[in-house]
């Protein structure tokens, strides 16, 4: 598995997005198929792990990022604190990650307590019942470590869509990361993303070879890491 070290978040994706880019593999996905088409769908995937040293605060966003701080800053909400779990009860959707895991983020808080060089300290996503979803959800686990008085976060997907989600993902688990920190009282660690299927669908292909191009003609013209990002001033407040 292809494993990326990075110092922000940002500069992880981007490495993450390039690999895939040049060593992807193409992989037909029947699942996808439109009906009554003989048109094949595809992704290019590839499976890796990318770990970002000072994730925290999150204050730009690589231009790799597809939507809008409005639609993040509700992402980030929903996922990190909850605001749409009452949908579940409602019966309006599935499941929602943080009303999967609100109750075992208080036990991981405790264990943590107990022992901060515990490896116990685990929340579950997935489901056996999920077998039988459409869509059945892409982040399976995440594990919490302290070490060196830092909170680390490794966060396993199944399968995680590098343009459409990872950005959005990644930043509402690290402003999570940072809540569970706050509340341990101890400084944000790294934040490690572990994905099987690191994907482009693909609509989505040549999206990609544009950015690893961009990004490695920036490169070598030794350009920084902000030079990385897009010219429309797309930035956001760290939150929490």
């Known amino acids: 598995m292809n494993s990326f070290i990075a110092v922000t978040l940002a500069e992880a994706i981007a490495l993450a997005l390039v ?3 040049d060593n992807g593999e193409i992989v037909e996905t029947p699942d996808w198929q439109r009906p009554g088409s003989d048109e094949k769908r595809y992704r290019k995937e590839l499976p890796l792990t990318y770990t970002a040293l000072e994730p925290y605060p999150v204050e730009t966003i690589s231009f790799a990022f597809t939507d809008t701080p409005e639609a993040l800053n509700r992402y980030i909400a929903e996922l ?6 009452h949908l579940v009860a ?13 109750e075992q983020l208080e036990w991981v808080a405790d264990e943590l307590r107990r022992n901060p060089l515990s490896t116990r300290a685990v929340a579950v996503i997935r489901r056996p019942g999920d077998l039988q979803m459409p869509e059945p959800p892409c982040l399976t686990s995440l594990t919490f470590q302290i070490r060196s008085g830092k909170l680390k976060m490794f966060a396993d997907f199944r399968s995680n869509d590098a343009f459409n989600a990872a950005a959005e993902n990644d930043i509402a688990l690290v402003t999570l990361q940072a809540d569970m920190a706050r509340k341990l009282g101890v400084a944000v660690g790294n934040f490690t993303k572990i994905a099987k299927s690191f ?4 609509r989505d292909v040549g999206r990609l070879t544009e950015f690893a191009t961009r990004y490695k003609r920036d490169k070598n013209a030794g350009l920084d890491a902000e030079d990385f990002y897009d010219g429309t001033g797309l930035k956001m407040t760290a939150i929490g």
């Not at 994907?199 to 693909?202: G, K, L, P, Q, T």
Request: glycine letters at 8%; charged letters at 35%.
């Open 90 to 102: 409602e019966g309006k959707r599935p499941y929602e990650y943080h009303e999967r895991i609100a």
């Open 80 to 85: 990190a604190f909850g605001s749409n779990d």
């Open 19 to 21: 690999e895939l880019s």
């Open 199 to 202: 994907h482009v669908y693909d």
